[in-house]
């Protein structure tokens, strides 16, 4: 087994080939233990070259609501009436706590999306 850090473009590159190679091995096989350490060492070089920025807030619950074929009335038992629903999907109101809270619980958005500070809403 040659294993060795990922420190290049072209270190990364062979190893996602090797993975490739690697995708139909069973799990608790020599195969299947080297496609989760090369899985583990593209994960830490893409998080450290390529990280990913979180969604905007309301982009998230917009992409979720979009994923399950939801409308703006379905977001009110975890937002509240429909003119607060609004106001959070027109960037006119911040989310509080507790509507992060029942997002993440009720949706399956990641907390950490929720709470970011959107881009266009003023928070005092």
Request: overall charge neutral; proline content about 8%.
């Amino acid at each position: 087994m040659d294993i060795k850090p990922l420190r290049t473009e072209h270190d990364y590159r062979s190893t996602l080939e090797r993975i490739e190679g690697l995708m139909t091995a069973e799990a608790n096989t020599p195969d299947g233990d080297l496609l989760d350490i090369l899985v583990t060492l593209v994960e830490a070089y893409e998080r450290k070259y390529f990280p990913m920025e979180l969604p905007d807030p309301v982009e998230a619950i917009k992409f979720r609501m979009d994923q399950l074929g939801l409308r703006p009335k379905d977001l009110e038992p975890m937002i509240g009436r429909s003119n607060r629903v609004y106001e959070i999907l027109n960037r006119k109101r911040p989310l509080t706590l507790k509507m992060v809270w029942q997002l993440h619980k009720n949706l399956g958005i990641p907390a950490e999306s929720l709470v970011k500070q959107p881009e266009n809403v003023c928070v005092r």
